[in-house]
């Protein structure tokens, strides 16, 4: 079982460089999510989906753009990257019905990826 | 609006003594509750969840937590640490009849445990 999968884990990018994070998931969920999570902090929600076509903004959406054409695939762009955006990357994904006894929260992460901006 | 706080950024144990890690939510409804783990460089694990069936919630590992709604707490326990508890635990609060339906992650408790 794949569950989440991030590409690149690594990657070293300088300033005004373009890059997309990418993911995928084989559970035929409907949410996915993007977290970033910096040292000593929690993680901080940057775009999220719940459908193919759908996509919102999180709490730190600015110099990010996403898109959800299938419901497998959530890829993270980065346009111009700038050092603030060092940072390690987290795609997760969950089934969240549309009844609230359904609705349990619990999201399946990737394993991260490791972005560096110099 | 929702928030978590985890009232300790480090906890040190010696092995095979208790593991206390301490959260306060705070959320308008009745809230969904879970405590994550991370070990070094990997993805976050599902430890536990409060969905709000019974108060008292076992998880995986040995580990449960408490939802005290009176306290608004939901502190993660351990009766005896062991070494691969070594790692990242993160307290998370979900809404699910906001419209976000996103989750609240607390900044993270980082568990030490001493040979």
């Known amino acids: 079982n794949a569950g989440v999968t991030q590409t690149p884990k690594f990657r070293i990018l300088k300033i005004g460089q373009s890059m997309t994070l990418q993911c995928t998931q084989d559970?035929?969920?409907?949410?996915m999510y993007w977290y970033r999570q910096d040292p000593g902090m929690g993680l901080k929600l940057i775009y999220y989906?719940?459908?193919?076509?759908?996509?919102d903004k999180g709490e730190v959406p600015n110099g990010y753009n996403v898109s959800r054409s299938t419901t497998e695939d959530f890829p993270l762009r980065l346009e111009l990257a700038a050092p603030s955006q060092t940072s390690v990357y987290f795609c997760a994904s969950s089934y969240l019905g549309t009844s609230g006894a359904t609705n349990t929260g619990e999201l399946f992460f990737g394993e991260g990826s490791r972005l560096t901006v110099l | 609006a929702q928030s978590v706080t985890q009232l300790d950024s480090h906890v040190s144990v010696s092995e095979g003594t208790p593991v206390l890690l301490r959260c306060n939510y705070s959320s308008s409804y009745s809230p969904s509750l879970f405590w994550y783990v991370q070990h070094p460089n990997k993805g976050l694990q599902l430890l536990l969840k409060?969905?709000?069936?019974?108060?008292l919630v076992k998880g995986i590992n040995g580990f449960e937590a408490e939802f005290k709604k009176s306290e608004t707490s939901f502190h993660l326990t351990k009766p005896s640490a062991h070494m691969s508890d070594a790692a990242e635990y993160f307290c998370v609060v979900s809404d699910p009849d906001t419209g976000r339906r996103a989750l609240t992650f607390g900044s993270g408790t980082r568990l030490q445990v001493q040979p």
């Open positions: 989906s719940v459908g193919a076509g759908i996509t």
């Open positions: 559970m035929n969920h409907n949410y």
């Open positions: 409060y969905t709000s069936a019974a108060t």
